[in-house]
């Protein structure tokens, strides 16, 4: 499976829009991105994925590239609650496995 | 999204010990269930794959006879820490995946549980 690069950390402000880059440059045709994310002390929490087009569900937007090679998670209307480790994983369609890198630890301020 | 139940969620036990770790998928047969380990401060790191009735597959480095996985059925999956030491304390989750390999992309989202945190005196 390709290698994710994400930033270390980021802060956001409260009601903010949260952006989190994740770089996949390596990225083959058949792979899936994946966002999760984890609350301090729980379990991953899955939150979107896709191929090639732009994604949206009730939590999130996925944004990827024409080329691929990156995408962004944007969270809307950001909340404390959103304050957590968050995982680009990127993944081959049907392969058994997800391996998590580092994550982003993005803080959400009030 | 789907729900993945483990229990329990916190034990302590002393060195020497087994202790057993359950997984279940409650509204969905997982055909394949994960079990990770994730030391303070760390990523999570993947320990095995298990397929409902056939043997778990580990990843280099884990012991497969210190940690037994046994899927019988396509809701629980269970891991037993053998002869448990401080150095197996650690935060273990466990995932599930329903479906088949080229399923719809719905099926082949993880979910995951929300941990069992083992301390071993």
């Known amino acids: 499976d390709a290698k994710t690069t994400q930033p270390t950390s980021m802060d956001c402000a409260e009601g903010r829009a949260a952006n989190l880059p994740c770089n996949h440059s390596?990225?083959?045709?058949?792979?899936?991105v994946y966002w999760y994310r984890q609350i301090h002390s729980q379990g991953p929490q899955y939150i979107i994925h896709?191929?090639?087009n732009n994604e949206t569900n009730e939590m999130a937007s996925l944004i990827i590239t024409e080329d691929r090679k990156s995408s962004t998670l944007i969270l809307p209307h950001a909340t404390l609650r959103d304050t957590a480790v968050y995982y680009c994983i990127v993944r081959l369609q049907g392969a058994q496995k997800l391996v998590f890198g580092q994550g982003t630890r993005l803080t959400i301020n009030p | 999204g789907a729900v993945v139940s483990q229990h329990p969620s916190w034990v302590i036990c002393k060195s020497g010990t087994s202790v057993k770790i359950e997984c279940r998928s409650l509204?969905?047969?997982?055909?394949?269930m994960f079990w990770y380990r994730q030391f303070p401060k760390q990523s999570l790191m993947l320990m095995a794959t298990s397929n409902e009735g056939s043997k778990a597959t580990y990843e280099q480095g884990v012991e497969k006879d210190k940690f037994l996985i046994n899927h019988a059925s396509l809701t629980l999956s269970t891991l037993t820490v053998t002869s448990a030491h401080p150095e197996d304390s650690s935060f273990y989750i466990c995932?599930?995946?329903?479906?088949?390999?080229?399923?719809?992309?719905?099926?082949?989202?993880?979910?995951f549980g929300p941990g069992t945190r083992l301390l071993v005196l």
């Open positions: 509204d969905f047969q997982a055909t394949t």
């Open positions: 995932s599930a995946r329903a479906g088949l390999a080229g399923g719809s992309a719905g099926q082949e989202t993880q979910y």
């Open positions: 896709g191929l090639k």
């Open positions: 390596t990225i083959s045709g058949n792979e899936y």
